[in-house]
Nanobody, 121 residues
Framework: QVQLVESGGGLVQAGGSLRLSCAPS????????MGWFRQAPGKEREFVAV????????KHADSVKGRFTISRDNAKNTLFLQMNSLKPEDTAVYYC??????????????WGQGTQVTVSS
């Protein structure tokens, strides 16, 4: 069982930046492909970005491409999501997940509890 803990969310003005982190509790993230998803009120959870276990391959949703960057530091056992040029429509609870590089949330085995990101206009 992998328990994931996100951090780094908060309130930021449009155009600002945040960096989210995700670390496991009691287990290494090595060898796990990882992803970030987000869910806004009244909407379904949507794909944001994925990264392979080695960090050698990443994909980002079109809505965040060029603004968000997924990365990982396996030595520090941590997954990151650097978010720049934030927009009000980026407001959501952000979740990290482990187990695959699928765009479909249902294929992931492990999830964090989520961290709130709020972007004010």
């Amino acid at each position: 069982q992998v328990q994931l803990v996100e951090s780094g969310g908060g309130l930021v003005q449009a155009g600002g930046s945040l960096r989210l982190s995700c670390a496991p509790s009691g287990r290494t993230l090595l060898r796990y492909d990882m992803g970030w998803f987000r869910q806004a009120p009244g909407k379904e959870r949507e794909f944001v970005a994925v990264i392979t276990w080695s960090g050698g391959s990443t994909k980002h949703a079109d809505s965040v491409k060029g603004r968000f960057t997924i990365s990982r530091d396996n030595a520090k056992n941590t997954l990151f999501l650097q978010m720049n040029s934030l927009k009000p429509e980026d407001t959501a609870v952000y979740y990290c997940a482990a187990g695959t590089t699928s765009y479909i949330s249902g294929y992931y085995n492990y999830w964090g509890q989520g961290t709130q990101v709020t972007v004010s206009s």
